[in-house]
């Protein structure tokens, strides 16, 4: 149980196009789910904080009409790099909390994001 | 804010055991989280302590002080496959986790 999925698993893109990633739980309802992003032999940053039904909450320095995030159903969260640039390139990982009062987060498995 | 404190790296031989320590200074804790990740994969839950005291689950233990602010992972018996980043986070009081560098451990036969 517990299973996060995204989609894509990666991506390529042109500079000043925009690019969907989804993340789904898919065997649980996720009223949280949260946005990172990982830069190669770094850690994971925290970019957002996504609640069903209401807006993200953005983390300092994230830029929130860069990184749209959507999370119109409790089994879907979208993140929306919107005019990628080269410096967006990255390792996106999304997560999701399994229920109120429960700390854990379930990772998706990342998406691999190069914008040429 | 989160100050999450672990060594960068660590090699040990095959069989061996390794021990990671990780130190935190948070203006919020719920709990204490240790996940592993493999390169250029997601990370994988290993662990969470709430409570002072040793967890134990198979060949990964882990050990929280809340008075000291510190943690460590054991990893016991080490196999090949051990070789991977092990990521120390901690839950604040709005769900958020804060994660550490994380620790690259090598394991060598």
């Known amino acids: 149980g517990a299973v996060v999925s995204q989609h894509p698993s990666w991506v390529i893109c042109k500079s000043g196009t925009s690019v969907k990633i989804e993340c789904r739980s898919l065997d649980f309802q996720a009223t949280t789910m949260f946005w990172y992003r990982q830069f190669p032999k770094q850690s994971l940053m925290l970019m957002a904080t996504s609640n069903e039904g209401s807006k993200a909450t953005y983390e300092q320095g994230v830029e929130k009409d860069k990184f749209l995030i959507n999370h119109a159903s409790l089994t879907l969260s979208t993140l929306t790099v919107t005019s990628a640039h080269p410096e967006d390139s990255s390792f996106y990982i999304c997560s999701a909390r399994l229920a109120e009062g429960v700390y854990e987060q379930y990772f998706g498995p990342g998406t691999r994001l190069t914008v040429t | 804010g989160q100050n999450i404190d672990q060594p960068t790296e660590m090699t040990a031989t095959e069989g061996a055991i390794v021990q990671i320590n990780c130190t935190y200074q948070?203006?919020?804790?719920?709990?204490l989280f240790w996940y592993q990740q493999h390169a250029g994969e997601a990370p994988t839950f290993l662990s969470y302590n709430v409570l002072d005291g040793l967890e134990e689950k198979g060949r990964f233990s882990s050990f929280l002080s809340r008075s000291k602010g510190y943690s460590y992972l054991l990893l016991k018996e080490l196999q090949m496959k051990d070789s991977a980043s092990y990521l120390c986070a901690v839950s604040d009081g709005d769900y958020k986790l804060s994660f550490g560098a994380g620790t690259t451990v090598t394991v060598r036969a």
């Open positions: 948070t203006s919020g804790f719920n709990g």
